[in-house]
């Protein structure tokens, strides 16, 4: 009994673990490149969850000034993480315009026909 | 009182530079601002190391927050020493650009091209000088996102699917940092590093920090590429434009290894990493790999960008070797070919970039006779190879010599004999190059359109690398003498 309720009150980094493991396998095992950059995103967002649940406070609120003494959410977390999430913007932004450039000058976005399109001279 | 500001304005600098690239558009403006700019940087790295040397460390607060709240900047002989290495291939290759660029990238888009080459030097410099460890993760960031753009430039379109496969894993290395980054926070609510350092060894059992090492490393590695990690390395270089794959040869692998070092030796402590886990052997045994299958797949390269570029896999893997011994010996051999590495590389780079300019491609088969009508490029790639294979007077000599002693020093004579056999190697592709180039007429030109020197202007800084491969070679003091000096401040933080 106490060891499910261990396991059901870690919930959050199950769910981080299970989207890390899922995005980390669909970059790896897909071989087609947006696929590729969907699985990058979701393992990406695992880590964003990581660190948001991390420095919540149960009952915790916001931290703002209100005169009144009151538990409140650790903030740095959530702000490290706003930097996170724009660095992965502009990661995938960047992943999708080399997709498109690639698609236009080989006319596929499958990994394994741009290798055949590669070897012939 | 601006001396003061140097370790912030040697970021900021380069950083209001690049949108104003884009602002001048003009090709020849934005090669001159860039220009301008990094031997700046350089001339700031310098005073600062200069300042460290004299001094100790020096520590700097962001906007006057004081650490562990605020960002800091901290500089010691390492880093500092890093800092310059950096630099100076980024003013060197700068200054090397103006023709190489124009030939290889389409004009409108090179102020673009000047761009991103700041972006990239500010992240590289971002990341060696911060003593954040968050702020690592965003500079490497703003330097991985400008090298894959940069590298994405190159005419053939084999880059573009280059940059794709490097911008994949790369992401997925900075991203393992970052999760090492948060758990370290989760245990010890600190991103300082020299405060992490001081409220980690309480913790350090803990299977949270164990977990935060495992993730931190792997991550290092992917980035600089340590085999067989390195996937992503020989097409990224190989297509790359020529300045770029100098650039990034001399510069970004090198601050990766810089970050594996932070953070194995000062956050993490030595004892973590190689008492109670098994770092050192695992590093032994993949350098060693490195050493010798990266070799041997170099000797079999068509494409000499190619073939450097898995003679880069090989090199990193001497450092790594160095790294490994975890000795004081080990480390100043480490460090210093991190330092020859990126002279003997960025000059041979430089040398292709010439090749290429005059021949329109780095294929051994189109270099044939090449000694006879480029005999200086080829001169100056000639010295950088026998630096490669680590001859005497080179550098690579001086840095191949120190990994030997550490080798015997810890009586690994086996290890030391791996060493001077996989130099062996280094022997074979370099003379497959030479052979070619030497020993082949050059093939037969209609009048007028024989193949000629490369301009002065690209030769100059072709020489100052080549040159400097020379003087390390010869005159060992200073290089010696700083990574001494950083080997064992690394090890005397980390006790």
Known sequence: ?121 | MIEAHLPALQVVVPLVAAPLCVLLRDHRAAWALTVLISWLAFAIATALLMKVLDTGPITYALGNWIAPWGIEYRLDPLNAFVLVIVAALGAIVATYARVSVVAEIAKERIYLFYCMYLLALTGLLGIVITGDAFNIFVFLEISSLSSYVLISLGRDRRAMTAAYQYLIMGTIGATFILIGIGLLYMMTGTLNMADLARRLPPVADSRTVLAAFGFITVGASLKLALFPLHQWLPNAYAYAPSSVSAFLAGTATKVSIYVLLRFIFTVFGASIAFKALPLGWMLLALAILAMFIASTVAIFQQDIKRMLAYSSIAQIGYIILGISFASATGLTAGILHIFNHALMKGGLFLALGCVFLRLGSVKLDDMKGIGRTMPVTMAGFVVGGISLIGLPPTAGFISKWYLVLAALEKGWWPVAVLIVLSSLLAVIYVWRVIEVAYFEPPPKHAQGDEVREAPLSMLVPLWTLIGANLYFGIETSASVGVAKQAASFLLGAGS
């Open chain 1, 1 to 121: 009994m106490e060891l499910i309720e261990r396991f059901l009150g870690l919930y959050n980094y199950w769910i981080v673990i299970l989207l890390m493991m899922a995005g980390f396998y669909v970059v790896m095992a897909s071989h087609n490149l947006i696929k590729k950059i969907v699985g990058m995103s979701i393992f990406q967002t695992s880590v964003f969850l990581l660190y948001i649940s991390m420095g919540k406070v149960r009952g915790g609120t916001a931290p703002i000034l209100t005169g009144e003494p009151q538990a409140y959410s650790n903030p740095l977390p959530h702000v490290l993480i706003l930097t996170a999430i724009v660095v992965g913007v502009a990661t995938t932004a960047l992943g999708l315009a080399f997709v498109v450039r690639i698609k236009e000058s080989y006319g596929s976005i499958e990994e394994d026909e741009i290798h055949k399109l590669d070897e012939e001279p």
